[in-house]
């Protein structure tokens, strides 16, 4: 059984032993086991030579050398003439960069932490409901058509004709003499300091701002305005808002607002000069001061988008 492969089993009564019996031609071994009075010729597969395996402890012996080991990777970057990076090598200069980003994501995150916290704190908007909006939409175009008509090509004209120091010394003016309005309203919102300061401005901005077409409690003093009106008096009130108007010529409002706006008209001494509303309206709009048309530019559905707009905007007035 020189290179044979197979087991061959013979039977026999003998006790348990074990024998194992070299191969003639020294490629595999030959066991012989018997166990519960059996005997088995099994062939066991053949190693690997033994010159494969004693070959490479042979030539370390005869060479001596050691295997390449791979260098660092400074030196690499040397050999290939490149200089090595701060990050594979760990010079200061790494370390700084690694600061740097370190501090940009400190700050972005002081960033979203600061912008969660102020939606947190800004009040919720609640929608208003619209049972009138045929209604509405019905002069909220006409209001459009009127303001790109109308309102805008006379506003240009009239910017082209006065200088804007001008115009905004007029703007100046008529807000002065709105100072019973909101001196008024914030005395009836319990704000009697800012009732006082509203007064107080009056005296200044009449006097030393040579009767209000300069501001001097603003940019001297910095005295904050306090743009109080009636719709916001009749909020602190508990006085519901009611559904959604719009008004030709006034533009949106509400059941409450409209109230609000009637009671300011009859506090107010310009509104008694016919043609004074129509004026302030162009001078608002030549100054820049109405947003109406960037907010209908950049909506989807212009109708709705004011609506929100003005909504929004009346509930945060409210809550300051």
Same mark, same amino acid.
């Given at each position: 059984?020189?290179?044979?492969?197979?087991?061959?089993?013979?039977? &026999?009564?003998?006790?348990?032993?074990?024998?194992?019996?070299?191969?003639?031609?020294?490629?595999?071994?030959?066991?012989?086991?018997?166990?519960?009075?059996?005997?088995?010729?099994?062939?066991?597969? +053949?190693?690997? =030579?033994?010159? $494969?395996?004693?070959? =490479?402890?042979?030539?370390?012996?005869?060479?001596?050398?050691?295997? =390449?080991?791979?260098?660092?990777?400074?030196?690499?970057?040397?050999?290939?003439?490149?200089?090595?990076?701060?990050?594979?090598?760990?010079?200061?200069?790494?370390?700084?960069?690694?600061?740097?980003?370190?501090?940009?994501?400190?700050? $972005?995150?002081?960033?979203?932490?600061?912008?969660?916290?102020?939606?947190?704190?800004?009040?919720?908007?609640?929608?208003?409901?619209?049972?009138?909006? =045929?209604?509405?939409?019905?002069?909220?175009?006409?209001?459009?058509?009127?303001?790109?008509?109308?309102?805008?090509?006379?506003?240009?004209?009239?910017?082209?004709? &006065?200088?804007?120091?001008?115009?905004? %010394? *007029?703007?100046?003016?008529?807000?002065?003499?709105?100072?019973?309005?909101?001196?008024?309203?914030?005395?009836?919102?319990?704000?009697?300091?800012?009732?006082?300061?509203?007064?107080?401005?009056?005296?200044?901005?009449?006097?030393? %701002?040579?009767?209000?077409?300069?501001?001097?409690?603003?940019?001297?003093?910095?005295?904050?305005?306090?743009?109080?009106?009636?719709?916001?008096? &009749?909020?602190?009130?508990?006085?519901?808002?009611?559904?959604? &108007?719009?008004?030709?010529?006034?533009?949106?409002?509400?059941?409450?607002?409209?109230?609000?706006?009637?009671?300011? *008209?009859?506090?107010?001494?310009?509104?008694?000069? +016919?043609?004074?509303?129509?004026?302030? $309206?162009?001078?608002?709009?030549?100054?820049?001061?109405?947003?109406?048309?960037?907010?209908?530019?950049?909506?989807?559905?212009?109708?709705?988008?004011?609506?929100?707009?003005?909504?929004?905007?009346?509930?945060?007035? *409210?809550?300051?």
């Amino acid at each position: 059984m020189r290179n044979s492969r197979r087991a061959v089993s013979l039977a &026999l009564a003998f006790a348990s032993w074990s024998l194992v019996l070299p191969a003639a031609d020294g490629g595999a071994s030959v066991r012989l086991h018997a166990r519960d009075a059996s005997v088995r010729f099994v062939t066991l597969t +053949p190693g690997p =030579p033994p010159e $494969q395996t004693s070959a =490479p402890k042979d030539k370390k012996k005869k060479t001596g050398k050691k295997a =390449p080991q791979p260098a660092p990777a400074e030196e690499a970057a040397e050999t290939r003439g490149q200089p090595a990076s701060r990050e594979t090598t760990g010079e200061k200069g790494g370390e700084g960069v690694t600061g740097e980003k370190a501090s940009e994501a400190a700050a $972005q995150t002081e960033d979203l932490l600061r912008e969660y916290e102020e939606k947190e704190a800004a009040p919720e908007h609640k929608p208003i409901s619209d049972p009138l909006r =045929p209604w509405n939409t019905i002069w909220f175009h006409f209001n459009d058509k009127m303001f790109f008509w109308f309102l805008k090509p006379v506003a240009k004209g009239y910017g082209f004709l &006065l200088p804007r120091p001008t115009r905004v %010394g *007029i703007w100046n003016f008529t807000n002065n003499l709105g100072v019973l309005v909101r001196s008024l309203n914030c005395a009836f919102q319990g704000k009697c300091a800012a009732s006082g300061k509203e007064f107080g401005r009056f005296l200044v901005d009449s006097t030393m %701002g040579v009767l209000g077409f300069w501001n001097p409690s603003v940019s001297v003093f910095h005295w904050k305005e306090h743009r109080e009106d009636f719709d916001q008096t &009749l909020a602190v009130w508990h006085v519901g808002t009611g559904c959604y &108007l719009t008004w030709p010529f006034l533009g949106p409002s509400s059941v409450r607002g409209t109230f609000g706006v009637i009671l300011d *008209i009859a506090l107010d001494p310009l509104m008694y000069l +016919p043609g004074v509303s129509l004026f302030e $309206q162009i001078n608002d709009e030549s100054l820049g001061l109405n947003p109406y048309e960037s907010v209908r530019s950049m909506a989807v559905k212009p109708y709705v988008a004011v609506r929100d707009a003005y909504v929004q905007n009346r509930q945060e007035e *409210i809550a300051k």
